[in-house]
Nanobody, 119 residues
Framework: QVQLVESGGGLVQGGGSLRLSCAAS????????MGWFRQAPGKEREFVAA????????YYADDVKGRFTISRDNAKNTVFLQMNSLKPEDTAVYYC????????????WGQGTQVTVSS
């Protein structure tokens, strides 16, 4: 089992920045991939970014490339999502998720943290 706890959400003006954190505990090791997803009101949950814990390779959704950066701190078992140049359309609940590298699905999810961007 893997437990994930997000933090760092809040209210920010358009053009501003926020950094989300995801603290992982339990059966975490370098074989996991960590991801950030978001869900806006009335919309389906969508992929935002992911990182391979072992190599640090990163992946981004097209609409956040160049604005968001995912990173990890191995010593603290924590994954971050630095969000810059925020837009009102980035408003959503952001979720941290984890999957083992051989598993196609993200099996472990955090409780989510609200990000609200005002215009």
């Amino acid at each position: 089992q893997v437990q994930l706890v997000e933090s760092g959400g809040g209210l920010v003006q358009g053009g501003g920045s926020l950094r989300l954190s995801c603290a992982a505990s339990g059966r975490t090791n370098s074989g996991y991939h960590m991801g950030w997803f978001r869900q806006a009101p009335g919309k389906e949950r969508e992929f935002v970014a992911a990182i391979r814990w072992s190599s640090g390779s990163t992946y981004y959704a097209d609409d956040v490339k160049g604005r968001f950066t995912i990173s990890r701190d191995n010593a603290k078992n924590t994954v971050f999502l630095q969000m810059n140049s925020l837009k009102p359309e980035d408003t959503a609940v952001y979720y941290c998720a984890a999957r083992y590298y051989s598993d196609p699905n993200y099996d472990y999810w955090g409780q989510g943290t609200q990000v609200t961007v005002s215009s």
